[in-house]
Structures are given as structure tokens and as C-alpha cells.
T-cell receptor, first 110, second 111 residues
Framework: LAKTTQPISMDSYEGQEVNITCSHN???????ITWYQQFPSQGPRFIIQ?????VTNEVASLFIPADRKSSTLSLPRVSLSDTAVYYC???????????WGAGTKLIIKP | NAGVTQTPKFRILKIGQSMTLQCTQD?????MYWYRQDPGMGLKLIYY???????DKGEVPNGYNVSRSTTEDFPLRLELAAPSQTSVYFC??????????FGQGTRLTVV
């Protein structure tokens, strides 16, 4: 199973762009990279998913280099409500288990 | 479309009691999961299922049991509650290679 490594915590300020990097050195060929956001007392919520290069949706961008051994979640112009824990998961047909790492606790300051 | 529904939302058990946490999804997802999350920690996989009739252990299965008789339902059974099982429990479902949907969680306290 591909193991992921993320910074334990980060902080930033409102209006800034925040980039959270995840390392997944033993990612399998068929694995996708998925990022989730979790607020206290709630279940995780899907943010974005990608396989390679760049993916963008209405809330975030995901950058994946050619070797796919890492990925970067980019949150443009964060607000206080983006304070949450962010998780990077790697998996696909070869990995049904959805094993979660410790995540990155992001704190946005005014 | 209700998504993933967990019941109950809160429960207090006495040591040695048993209970079943219910989880139902209406998205026809094959894969379903049970996690526990202790305060300030990440999610730990208890059991998972890749389809009706198929279940398998995750990272922390001891003290729990599951069944998957239908695609929709994936109940989690605690037979002899212990204080170490005090936690928040989340059920999730997904199709392969797509986003996972989570229930609202069950906050369980064993005293």
C-alpha cells in the first residue's frame, strides 16, 4: 500500500495561496491521488482528485509531477473557513483499503 | 439522495454492553468502510467491504465485527464494549477511483 507523508501542520493568512505537499514514493501505476478536507466533528469531504499533471476545480488545484511521487494541493486565496485538516490519499483498483495518514492541520489567521 | 446515513449520532454504553452502529448508502457503491477517529488523530480503518457478502479486516479490527448482506447496508457490531472503544465512528462508501462519501459520524462513549 502506498504510504503518504504530509506536514503535520501549517498556518497562513486570509487571502494568501496555500500549498500543501504530499509525498507518496511507492505509488502504483493505477493509483489515483485524492485530497479530502475535514472539519472538527464532521466526516472528511472530497476536494479534488487527479492522476497526473494538473487538475483544477472550483475550490482547488492539484499539481502532480511526471514521476507522481508527490502531489501538491493548492488553495487560492484562503479564508478563515479553510481552517481544517487536509488529507492526501493514494489508491485505486490495487488498493481498496483507503488507509489515511495523519493529515495536515491548516490554520488560517486573520 | 441521502448519501451515507449513520445511526445513532450519539451513544453511551456501559463496559461489557453490546451495540450495532448502522450504516446505509443509497448510491449503489460497492465499497464500504468503517473508521474510528480518536481526538486529534487521523482515521483508522476497522473493516471494509468490496461488495455484498465480502468483508475484510482493516488496521484495527479487534473488538468489532461487520456484515454486508446487501449493497446498501454495512452494520458495525461491538460485542463487549471497552473504554478503549470510546471514539467517533465514521462510515464511508465509494466506487473505485472516485471520491468517498462519509456519514455524519457516531460519537460513542464507553463508561
Amino acid at each position: 500500500l502506498a504510504k503518504t507523508t504530509q506536514p503535520i501542520s501549517m498556518d497562513s493568512y486570509e487571502g494568501q495561496e496555500v500549498n500543501i505537499t504530499c509525498s507518496h514514493n511507492n505509488i502504483a501505476t493505477n493509483d489515483y491521488i485524492t485530497w479530502y478536507q475535514q472539519f472538527p466533528s464532521q466526516g472528511p469531504r472530497f476536494i479534488i482528485q487527479g492522476y497526473k499533471t494538473k487538475v483544477t476545480n472550483e475550490v482547488a488545484s492539484l499539481f502532480i509531477p511526471a514521476d507522481r511521487k508527490s502531489s501538491t494541493l493548492s488553495l487560492p486565496r484562503v479564508s478563515l473557513s479553510d481552517t481544517a485538516v487536509y488529507y492526501c490519499l493514494v489508491g485505486g483498483d490495487s488498493n481498496y483499503q483507503l488507509i489515511w495518514g495523519a493529515g495536515t492541520k491548516l490554520i488560517i489567521k486573520p | 439522495n441521502a448519501g451515507v446515513t449513520q445511526t445513532p449520532k450519539f451513544r453511551i454504553l456501559k463496559i461489557g454492553q453490546s451495540m450495532t452502529l448502522q450504516c446505509t448508502q443509497d448510491m449503489n457503491h460497492n465499497y464500504m468502510y468503517w473508521y474510528r477517529q480518536d481526538p486529534g488523530m487521523g482515521l483508522k480503518l476497522i473493516y471494509y467491504s468490496v461488495g455484498a457478502g465480502i468483508t475484510d479486516k482493516g488496521e484495527v479490527p479487534n473488538g468489532y465485527n461487520v456484515s454486508r448482506s446487501t449493497t446498501e447496508d454495512f452494520p458495525l457490531r461491538l460485542e463487549l464494549a471497552a473504554p478503549s472503544q470510546t471514539s467517533v465512528y465514521f462510515c464511508a462508501s465509494t466506487r473505485a477511483e472516485t471520491e468517498a462519501f462519509f456519514g455524519q459520524g457516531t460519537r460513542l462513549t464507553v463508561v
